[in-house]
Nanobody
Framework: QLALVESGGDLVQPGGSLRLSCVAS???????IGWFRQAPGKEREMVSC????????HQAESAKGRFTTYRENDKKTAYLQMNNLNVEDTAVYYC????????????????WGQGTQVNVSS
């Protein structure tokens, strides 16, 4: 079993930045980490995915150039750095572990955090 806890969500103005953290309860160095988000009335979507070796294999088009993800396995933590946020980025953000980066909806990911709310508003 692997428990994940996200943090870092907040209310931010358009153009602002946030860094989300995902802390695992156990070793995570062998698993892929996916970052997902779900806005009200919309389907969950993968924002970014980072393999166990730290290779970013997927980023949503809306995230490219603005978001980056990285991990510190010794700290059992993955991060989603989000810059130049806009109102369309408002959503609950989740990290998930042990699933394929090609699963853009997260249907097969085994472990999920509880989510952290990001609100972008002026």
């Amino acid at each position: 079993q692997l428990a994940l806890v996200e943090s870092g969500g907040d209310l931010v103005q358009p153009g602002g930045s946030l860094r989300l953290s995902c802390v695992a309860s156990g070793p995570m160095k062998y698993v892929t980490i996916g970052w997902f988000r779900q806005a009200p009335g919309k389907e969950r979507e993968m924002v970014s995915c980072i393999t166990a070796r730290g290779r970013i294999t997927h980023q949503a088009e809306s995230a490219k150039g603005r978001f980056t993800t990285y991990r510190e396995n010794d700290k059992k933590t993955a991060y989603l750095q989000m810059n130049n946020l806009n109102v369309e980025d408002t959503a609950v953000y989740y990290c998930a572990a042990e699933g394929p980066c090609g699963d853009y909806r997260g249907y097969t990911y085994r472990y999920w955090g509880q989510g952290t709310q990001v609100n972008v508003s002026s």
